[in-house]
T-cell receptor, first 111, second 112 residues
């Protein structure tokens, strides 16, 4: 069965610092992988997705993620954190039937 | 014009009551979903419908019953509400695998 594991339930960075949120996947078939962001009291919003076209995927708000098959990873990065990036981030894996989410990583950005 | 809309946004009710949450999408997507998000933010799929046909029915108490009158609507009816049902329920839709989901803004259900 497919699944994702997010390493670190809480990540804290200073404004302007690099953001790195980690995600490892488990899938018996080439996966579709996603990152979503959830701001307080809102639904989930798609940040970016990997669908086997290119291993480095660029998303909205300056985020990007790199698919590494050898490491079964799909880590999310942003070169410079903004205060507005503070939110909950979810990694997810999908096959034809449904999407399974990681437990989420709460990103805090300090001034 | 909201793509996936859920009503109500907040729902406070007593144990034992029956309640419904409605979901509508105007994206023309074929598949709709219900997810439950608990207090620790963990998201769990409950149901999936493709063009009005039930595709996924996870291990959910049979007090929960989804209904899809057409492919743009997926409602969730809950009977005999329990304290443990308190959570945020999200509706989502997608066109096909690999395209990602579009989520509604959620319904916060509080059972007292």
């Amino acid at each position: 069965a497919q699944s994702v594991t997010q390493l670190g339930s809480h990540v804290s960075v200073s404004e302007g610092a690099l953001v790195l949120l980690r995600c490892n996947y488990s899938s018996s078939v080439p996966p579709y992988l996603f990152w979503y962001v959830q701001y307080p009291n809102q639904g989930l919003q798609l940040l970016l997705k990997y669908t086997s076209a290119a291993t480095l995927v660029k998303g909205i708000n300056g985020f990007e993620a790199e698919f590494k098959k050898s490491e079964t990873s799909f880590h999310l990065t942003k070169p410079s954190a903004h205060m507005s990036d503070a939110a909950e981030y979810f990694c997810a894996v999908s096959d034809w039937d449904d999407m399974r989410f990681g437990a989420g990583t709460r990103l805090t950005v300090k001034p | 014009d909201t793509a996936v809309s859920q009503t109500p946004k907040y729902l406070v009710t007593q144990m034992g009551n029956d309640k419904s949450i409605k979901c509508e999408q105007n994206l023309g997507h074929d598949t709709m979903y219900w997810y439950k998000q608990d207090s620790k933010k963990f998201l769990k799929i409950m149901f999936s419908y493709n063009n009005k046909e039930l595709i996924i029915n996870e291990t959910v108490p049979n007090r929960f019953s989804p209904k899809s009158p057409d492919k743009a609507h997926l409602n969730l009816h809950i009977n005999s509400l329990e304290l443990g049902d308190s959570a945020v329920y999200f509706c989502a839709s997608s066109q096909m695998a690999g395209h990602g989901y579009t989520f509604g803004s959620g319904t916060r259900l509080t059972v007292v």
